[in-house]
């Protein structure tokens, strides 16, 4: 099956990796589309589109976009216009946001005694920052081992650094992604099984679903495939990759059946 990646972070969000070292690991992988789906923000997009033409993989601009309606509720979108101003501004606003819910998340760990500071965060994170950029400053001063146990002890919740998401809705994510002349899917979708709510999205203009991901189980993937037939959904693959020290997926791509990939290339580049 061909190999895609529809989904993938750098440093100008939560990243460990520039957009061209991205690109060069979906290189490696034998990836044929690629997208940067960085957070809130596609100030990277450029530098990845500029190196996927020169390496030949085709190529999307994209973006991937947090709601507050659950920690793990994201739609990404496609095919952009990155020059639309009202989506710009959209993106700048959940930026702000986000920055807002940082200063609470640092404000609540200070309190709690624990040693750090907003330039401890903030330096990590000249774009889009995130609860990420928390753990690996916890990480930084040796108050945790790796980003993930930073989450694990202090930024989920229950633990005394959660601020519950700032985002928009999932409403507002769809229909700007629209707006924007865009793609609108679904991220990780086994993530958030237990707010899934097919059509208010559809009806909103919701296109895809992200089928093929990492930690979707063969059942799950045969749900979804059931749930795209019948709302006539995308399927889509992303890995969700957030470079070799992100914590996650080792590598940049995701096999696809060879119908869906079909469909996403007349979709997204004709």
């Given at each position: ?6 989904h ?21 992988n034998?990836?044929k589309?690629f997208a ?7 100030d ?11 390496q ?16 793990h ?5 496609y095919?952009?216009n990155l020059q639309?101003e009202e989506?710009?501004q ?5 930026r ?10 640092i404000h609540?760990?200070?309190q709690?005694?624990v040693d750090i500071?907003?330039?401890d965060?903030?330096?990590r994170?000249?774009n ?5 950029h928390v753990?690996?400053?916890?990480k ?14 202090y930024?989920?919740?229950g ?18 992604i629209?707006?924007?002349?865009g ?9 958030v ?22 930690a979707?189980?063969?059942s799950?993937k045969?749900?979804?495939?059931a ?10 693959a992303?890995?969700?990759y957030?470079g070799?020290?992100?914590g996650?997926?080792?590598?940049p791509?995701m ?10 290339v ?5």
């Open positions: 099956m061909p190999k895609i990646d529809l993938t972070h750098s440093t100008f969000s939560d990243g460990t990796c520039s957009p061209e070292e991205v690109v060069l690991r979906a290189l490696k034998n990836v589309i940067l789906a960085d957070h809130d923000t596609t990277g997009v450029e530098k990845a589109r500029l190196c996927c033409q020169k030949g993989i085709l190529f999307t601009p994209a973006v991937e976009i947090s709601t507050r309606e659950h920690d509720l994201h739609f990404t979108g095919r952009l639309n989506f710009q959209f993106l700048a606003n959940n702000q946001n986000r920055q807002n819910r940082i200063r609470k998340i609540q760990l200070a709690a005694g500071t907003e330039e965060v903030f330096s994170a000249p889009t920052v995130s609860r990420a753990a690996d400053a916890l930084a001063k040796k108050i945790v081992s790796t980003r993930q146990e930073g989450f694990r002890k930024l989920v919740p633990c005394v650094g959660y601020v519950p998401s700032a985002g928009v809705t999932a409403l507002e994510a769809i229909r700007y629209k707006k924007a002349g793609i609108a899917v679904l991220a990780h979708p086994g993530m099984s237990d707010v899934w709510n097919f059509p208010m999205w559809k009806e909103a203009g919701l296109d895809g679903l992200e089928v093929f991901y990492p979707h189980t063969f799950l045969q749900d979804l495939l749930l795209a037939r019948k709302y006539g959904f995308l399927c889509t992303g890995s969700d957030h070799p020290h992100g996650r997926i080792a590598s791509g096999e696809i059946p060879q119908n869906h990939y079909d469909r996403l007349q979709v997204l580049f004709h």
